[in-house]
């Protein structure tokens, strides 16, 4: 059984920063690609939005294409512990951010990371908001 806790999300202006965190209970998790989706204000579940994942080794990492450059995906082994490190907020970044796990030791569904379907495990959620 996997358990995935996020954390870390907040209120911030336009322009700065925030790290999210998305802690990890379970066995190997090494072993599973994690990913980082987002539902925006009146969003249904279904509606939620890719926004980054890694592989299970972290050698591999996929964003959409509104992030890239100022999102950056992570992981600490140590602490089974993935984070999503978020800068130059826009507005239109303000969400409930998700973490997901899914098992793919031998990173054979890396084409799917960004299917919300594809995941067995999420968290509760953390909210980012973002202010003009």
């Known amino acids: 059984q996997v358990v995935l806790v996020e954390s870390g999300g907040g209120l911030v202006q336009a322009g700065g920063s925030l790290r999210l965190s998305c802690a990890f209970s379970g066995r190997a998790f090494g072993s599973y690609a994690m990913g980082w989706f987002r539902q925006g204000p009146g969003k249904e579940r279904k509606e939620r939005e890719f926004?980054?994942?890694?592989?299970?080794?972290?050698?591999?990492?996929f964003y959409v294409d509104s992030v890239k450059g100022r999102f950056t995906i992570s992981r600490d082994y140590a602490k089974n512990t993935v984070y999503l490190q978020m800068n130059s907020l826009k507005p239109e970044d303000t969400a409930v951010y998700y973490c997901a796990a899914v098992r793919d030791p031998y990173q054979r569904y890396s084409t799917g990371y960004s299917k919300p379907d594809l995941y067995d495990y999420w968290g509760q959620g953390t909210q980012v908001t973002v202010s003009s």
């Open positions: 926004v980054a994942a890694a592989s299970g080794s972290g050698t591999s990492t």
